[in-house]
């Protein structure tokens, strides 16, 4: 009770030095915490919209293994839904036509879709009405009316009375919107068009006796397996039946994404968290040091070490709480603003479907409260070996020498580790072993750097200083000087700083060389001018394919799919392959290089070519002969033509044939669409077949135009988006560091008051001792800059010769990101500093030098 009571009143009497360690402790939960709470809600919201569309048992078409993607929605009979309704316990059953294979398109010729979600058309029939009710209009009732759901058509601006275009496998279709439909739970961001049943089958399946699934509700009394198992009795073989809670899930896999979100999020949580002990670290190291001669005296009126020991553990736990609970509060407020964000940006998400489990306080609480014990053992343990004759010294007695000299062995031993597995990573032969000791001297370098940190502070910092601090005179000599005074401190500020700008650094590295390789590989490898795909899930259509071949000025055009095959080689072994086939034009627009054979010679009848290691592994040469099933089609034997190098970024590893063999092999029916065309335009007319393809693709707003440049820049802003993505992630992380500036100068302006009153008396400026305390700030916040930026530098140059094993061989260094880095660096020491300079400012000199 004793120790408990001294715990309290220590850390109330230094409750203001408690504040910013606190406060990382409240970021860092509420990040973990806010995470939790948006990514449940995220799947609440996903899965009361999936249990809205799935029904007690469905039943829909078999999907065979490795199928043809051929573009057109798989079906049914309608006949089927008859059958089913004439089982034993079903209480109705309706078939239902739905697909995603489409495009709207409204009247000026813009792509209607879904906020992120993808665009869907169905029957308004008697099973979407389960899951969708009638707004505001009315229910179409022929082939030329349709509804759209009312978040799309707000999004939008569509209305009633707005013509839309349905573009299809089957054909375009014009419809006037009669009517809203809006969704009896939340619809996360999907896109709905709804045609009256026959219309629906005809327009968007091209059958009127066909329908995409039977979706069945069970009578009372009969479990969603029974009557699953009693339909399969009744249809046979032949069909897929699953039940709601199958389908569900089937829907779930579907949306993986949900699952890389949560753990992403909580991935950069945990590099706040990381950064976030330093923090405390130095907080409590620097607490127990300005209390050596408190200490010192309860030990000598009778404190045991393991009372002191408990005592300073006893004010981290206190913290931890205290910390926790207001971050736990903070974390479902932050989960509250993401979805404000995600609806702002089309994302509907609703705050009343707000998930807090039991586990979100209970993760919360252990990673606050455990954070801060793990952090504040180190001075705890320091604290528990003040000797009774630390009351007779002066507050701050410098740490042990051993134990420095151990830590900086230990550190240079971690780090030159890490360095070897960096340089093993870099010169490895295969991706997966070079993977992994890149991880290895990831983790290493790290660890290494954080440890050795204090003695490198003595070097680095005495090299800043010359530098940026050489101008300021006495006032710059003294501030590097404070710096250095305590090697462990500034290195343990400047490593948390040192973590976010090496994640920073390495990740710029990664960026600009993956962008650097692919343009450097379309300028070596791409011979076409032009690249027109789909922004969306829609392959091709015939009358785009006829749009692009008919334009004007193109020299040549190449169609592109990817067609499904079983391959078996003389070996005797049968892999499934996803085989590219294209044109013959397309040896010229993508020029891949050859080991063996010519390219022109795959696109020969039944022929095909291989790559390097499918060649090797399989013992193959040219000539050779594989036996190929067109999964749906024929089993014939092909001849090898050619084989290709995987030293390359675009189509590593692809098989090549033409698609005259596969058209040779295949039912038109189980033919996949084109994905993709290339294009040339005749020599000098590159501007106006530019201008000619775009207008031949103005109706068709789903397929996009791109000319090598246009690819360029839409690789760097993809790019460049995932890496903004994550240095938001990373900003926290960031903040929490800068926070330990912010602690470190506050805490050492109150360790050093005596100083700082007698340089005032001896003539030190208020001014000039608040530009000492933001030199001081400068100087660890570059200090964590280069540490920071020079480990992200290896970091990045490493992982660059491991990918350039699978084709990126183009290292390019980001000099004016990393430059920007370093002198946003010193900016924030500037702003770190202004708080505890203005403090310093303020204490009156002659209490200042009366302080013991």
Same mark, same amino acid.
């Given at each position: 009770?004793?120790? *408990?009571?001294?715990? +309290?009143?220590?850390?109330?009497?230094?409750? $203001?030095?408690?504040?910013?360690?606190?406060?990382?402790?409240?970021?860092?939960?509420?990040?973990?915490?806010?995470?939790?709470?948006?990514?449940?809600?995220?799947?609440?919201?996903?899965?009361?919209?999936?249990?809205?569309?799935? /029904?007690?048992?469905?039943?829909?078409?078999?999907?065979?293994?490795?199928?043809?993607?051929?573009?057109?929605?798989?079906?049914?009979?309608?006949?089927? &839904?008859?059958?089913?309704?004439?089982?034993?316990?079903?209480?109705?059953?309706?078939?239902?036509?739905?697909?995603?294979?489409?495009?709207?398109?409204?009247?000026?010729?813009?792509?209607?879709?879904?906020?992120?979600?993808?665009?869907?058309?169905?029957?308004?029939?008697?099973?979407?009405?389960?899951?969708?009710?009638?707004?505001?209009?009315?229910?179409?009732?022929?082939?030329?009316?349709?509804?759209?759901?009312?978040?799309?058509?707000?999004?939008?601006?569509?209305?009633?009375?707005?013509?839309?275009?349905?573009?299809?496998?089957?054909?375009?279709?014009?419809?006037?919107?009669?009517?809203?439909?809006?969704?009896?739970?939340?619809?996360?961001?999907?896109?709905?068009?709804?045609?009256?049943?026959?219309?629906?089958?005809?327009?968007?399946?091209?059958? !009127?006796?066909?329908?995409?699934?039977?979706?069945?509700?069970?009578?009372?009394?009969?479990?969603?397996?029974?009557?699953?198992?009693?339909?399969?009795?009744?249809?046979?073989?032949?069909?897929?039946?699953?039940?709601?809670?199958?389908?569900?899930?089937?829907?779930?896999?579907?949306?993986?994404?949900?699952?890389?979100?949560?753990?992403?999020?909580?991935?950069?949580?945990?590099? #706040?968290?990381?950064?976030?002990?330093?923090?405390?670290?130095?907080?409590?190291?620097?607490?127990?040091?300005?209390?050596?001669?408190?200490?010192?005296?309860?030990?000598?009126?009778?404190?045991?070490?393991?009372?002191?020991?408990?005592?300073?553990?006893?004010?981290?736990?206190?913290?931890?709480?205290?910390?926790?609970?207001?971050?736990?509060?903070?974390?479902?407020?932050?989960?509250?603003? *993401?979805?404000?964000?995600? @609806?702002?940006?089309?994302?509907?998400?609703?705050? /009343?479907?707000?998930?807090?489990?039991?586990?979100?306080?209970?993760?919360?609480?252990?990673?606050?409260?455990?954070?801060?014990?793990?952090?504040?053992?180190?001075?705890?343990?320091?604290?528990?070996?003040?000797? =009774?004759?630390? !009351?007779?010294?002066?507050?701050?007695?410098?740490?042990?020498?051993?134990?420095?000299?151990?830590?900086?062995?230990?550190?240079?031993?971690?780090?030159?580790?890490?360095?070897?597995?960096?340089?093993?990573?870099?010169?490895?032969?295969?991706?997966?072993?070079?993977?992994?000791?890149? $991880?290895?001297?990831?983790? &290493?370098?790290?660890?290494?750097?954080?440890?050795?940190?204090?003695?490198?502070?003595?070097?680095?910092?005495?090299?800043?200083?010359?530098?940026?601090?050489?101008?300021?005179?006495?006032?710059?000599?003294? &501030?590097?000087?404070?710096?250095?005074?305590? =090697?462990?401190?500034?290195?343990?500020?400047?490593?948390?700083?040192?973590?976010?700008?090496?994640?920073?650094?390495?990740? $710029?590295?990664?960026?600009?060389?993956?962008? !650097? @390789?692919?343009?450097?590989?379309?300028?070596?490898?791409?011979?076409?001018?032009?690249?027109?795909?789909?922004?969306?899930?829609?392959?091709?259509?015939?009358?785009?394919?006829?749009?692009?071949?008919?334009?004007?000025?193109?020299?040549?055009?190449?169609?592109?799919?990817?067609?499904?095959?079983?391959?078996?080689?003389?070996?005797?072994?049968?892999?499934?392959?996803?085989?590219?086939? !294209?044109?013959?034009?397309?040896?010229?627009?993508?020029? #891949?290089?050859?080991?063996?054979?010519?390219?022109?010679?795959?696109?020969? =009848?039944?022929?095909?070519?291989?790559?390097?290691?499918?060649?090797?592994?399989?013992?193959?040469?040219?000539?050779?002969?594989?036996?190929?099933?067109?999964?749906?089609?024929?089993?014939?034997?092909?001849?090898?033509?050619?084989?290709?190098?995987?030293?390359?970024? +675009?189509?590593?590893?692809?098989?090549?044939?033409?698609?005259?063999?596969?058209?040779?092999?295949?039912?038109?029916?189980?033919? =996949?669409?084109?994905?993709?065309?290339?294009?040339?335009?005749?020599?000098?007319?590159?501007?106006?077949?530019?201008?000619? *393809?775009?207008?031949?693709?103005?109706?068709?707003?789903?397929?996009?135009?791109?000319?090598?440049?246009?690819?360029?820049?839409?690789?760097?802003?993809?790019?460049?988006?995932?890496?903004?993505?994550?240095?938001?992630?990373?900003?926290?992380?960031?903040?929490?560091?800068?926070?330990?500036?912010?602690?470190?100068?506050?805490? /050492?302006?109150?360790?050093?008051?005596?100083?700082?009153?007698?340089?005032?008396?001896?003539?030190?400026?208020?001014?000039?001792?608040?530009?000492?305390?933001?030199?001081?700030?400068?100087?660890?916040?570059?200090?964590?800059?280069?540490?920071?930026?020079? %480990? $992200? %530098?290896?970091?990045?140059?490493?992982?660059?010769?491991?990918?350039?094993?699978?084709?990126?061989?183009?290292?390019?260094?980001?000099?004016?990101?990393?430059?920007?880095?370093?002198?946003?660096?010193?900016?924030?020491?500037?702003?770190?500093?202004?708080?505890?300079?203005?403090?310093?400012?303020?204490?009156?000199?002659?209490?200042?030098?009366?302080?013991?």
């Amino acid at each position: 009770m004793t120790v *408990l009571r001294i715990s +309290l009143r220590s850390f109330f009497s230094h409750r $203001g030095r408690m504040v910013l360690s606190g406060l990382a402790i409240v970021l860092s939960v509420a990040f973990v915490c806010g995470t939790l709470v948006f990514t449940g809600t995220l799947n609440t919201t996903f899965d009361r919209f999936f249990s809205s569309l799935t /029904s007690d048992v469905r039943v829909a078409p078999v999907e065979e293994e490795h199928a043809q993607e051929t573009g057109r929605p798989d079906t049914i009979p309608a006949s089927v &839904a008859d059958q089913v309704r004439a089982v034993d316990g079903v209480a109705a059953a309706d078939g239902q036509v739905m697909t995603e294979h489409l495009t709207l398109v409204d009247g000026e010729g813009e792509q209607i879709d879904g906020s992120g979600g993808p665009t869907f058309g169905a029957d308004w029939g008697p099973a979407i009405q389960r899951s969708m009710e009638l707004a505001e209009g009315r229910a179409p009732s022929g082939p030329g009316e349709a509804l759209l759901d009312a978040d799309t058509a707000e999004r939008q601006g569509v209305a009633i009375g707005d013509h839309l275009e349905i573009v299809a496998v089957a054909g375009r279709v014009t419809v006037e919107v009669t009517g809203l439909a809006s969704f009896r739970d939340t619809n996360p961001g999907a896109a709905f068009v709804l045609l009256d049943p026959a219309a629906a089958a005809e327009g968007l399946l091209g059958a !009127a006796d066909e329908i995409s699934t039977v979706e069945v509700v069970a009578a009372d009394g009969v479990s969603d397996d029974e009557l699953r198992d009693r339909i399969v009795a009744a249809l046979g073989d032949g069909f897929a039946v699953e039940t709601r809670a199958e389908g569900e899930e089937a829907l779930r896999d579907e949306v993986g994404f949900l699952g890389v979100v949560r753990y992403a999020m909580l991935g950069f949580a945990g590099i #706040a968290v990381l950064v976030g002990i330093f923090l405390i670290v130095n907080t409590f190291s620097m607490l127990v040091a300005q209390r050596t001669r408190e200490i010192g005296l309860m030990r000598a009126i009778g404190s045991s070490r393991r009372q002191v020991n408990r005592s300073v553990l006893t004010e981290a736990l206190l913290l931890g709480v205290v910390g926790s609970a207001l971050g736990i509060g903070a974390g479902i407020g932050l989960a509250v603003g *993401l979805m404000e964000l995600m @609806s702002a940006a089309g994302v509907n998400m609703d705050t /009343s479907q707000l998930t807090v489990t039991a586990a979100v306080p209970v993760v919360g609480l252990a990673v606050g409260v455990v954070t801060t014990l793990v952090a504040a053992w180190l001075p705890a343990r320091r604290a528990g070996q003040v000797s =009774p004759m630390a !009351a007779l010294r002066e507050a701050g007695t410098p740490s042990d020498a051993r134990a420095g000299r151990v830590r900086a062995a230990c550190g240079l031993l971690l780090s030159g580790a890490g360095a070897a597995a960096l340089v093993a990573a870099a010169n490895a032969d295969e991706a997966s072993g070079g993977s992994a000791l890149l $991880g290895l001297g990831l983790l &290493a370098t790290l660890v290494g750097a954080v440890v050795v940190a204090p003695l490198l502070a003595s070097v680095v910092v005495r090299a800043v200083s010359a530098v940026v601090l050489r101008a300021f005179g006495p006032v710059g000599r003294m &501030a590097g000087r404070n710096a250095l005074r305590n =090697p462990r401190r500034t290195g343990a500020t400047a490593g948390a700083l040192m973590i976010g700008l090496a994640l920073v650094g390495g990740l $710029g590295v990664v960026g600009s060389s993956v962008v !650097a @390789s692919a343009s450097g590989q379309l300028d070596r490898t791409v011979g076409a001018d032009f690249m027109v795909d789909s922004s969306s899930s829609q392959a091709f259509t015939p009358d785009a394919v006829r749009a692009v071949r008919e334009t004007p000025g193109l020299q040549h055009v190449t169609e592109l799919t990817v067609v499904s095959v079983e391959l078996t080689t003389a070996d005797g072994e049968t892999s499934a392959q996803e085989m590219v086939a !294209a044109d013959p034009t397309y040896a010229d627009d993508v020029r #891949a290089e050859t080991l063996s054979g010519e390219l022109s010679a795959a696109y020969g =009848p039944d022929h095909l070519s291989v790559p390097e290691s499918f060649a090797t592994e399989h013992g193959l040469a040219v000539g050779d002969e594989l036996t190929a099933r067109f999964v749906g089609g024929e089993t014939v034997p092909l001849t090898l033509g050619a084989i290709t190098s995987e030293d390359t970024v +675009l189509d590593q590893g692809a098989m090549y044939l033409a698609l005259d063999t596969a058209r040779a092999h295949l039912p038109a029916d189980r033919m =996949p669409s084109t994905t993709t065309m290339f294009a040339r335009a005749n020599d000098g007319a590159e501007d106006a077949a530019y201008a000619a *393809l775009r207008e031949s693709l103005r109706e068709f707003p789903m397929y996009e135009v791109n000319n090598q440049a246009d690819y360029k820049q839409l690789l760097e802003d993809e790019i460049g988006t995932l890496l903004n993505i994550v240095y938001g992630l990373l900003a926290l992380a960031i903040v929490v560091a800068i926070l330990g500036v912010v602690n470190t100068l506050t805490l /050492s302006v109150v360790e050093r008051t005596r100083e700082i009153g007698l340089m005032r008396a001896i003539g030190l400026s208020r001014r000039q001792l608040r530009r000492m305390i933001r030199l001081e700030s400068v100087v660890i916040a570059v200090f964590g800059a280069v540490l920071g930026l020079g %480990l $992200g %530098l290896c970091w990045g140059v490493t992982t660059q010769r491991v990918l350039a094993l699978e084709g990126f061989d183009v290292l390019e260094i980001p000099w004016p990101t990393i430059l920007t880095v370093l002198g946003a660096s010193a900016v924030v020491g500037l702003v770190a500093a202004l708080l505890p300079a203005f403090r310093a400012g303020r204490l009156p000199v002659l209490r200042a030098i009366a302080v013991s």
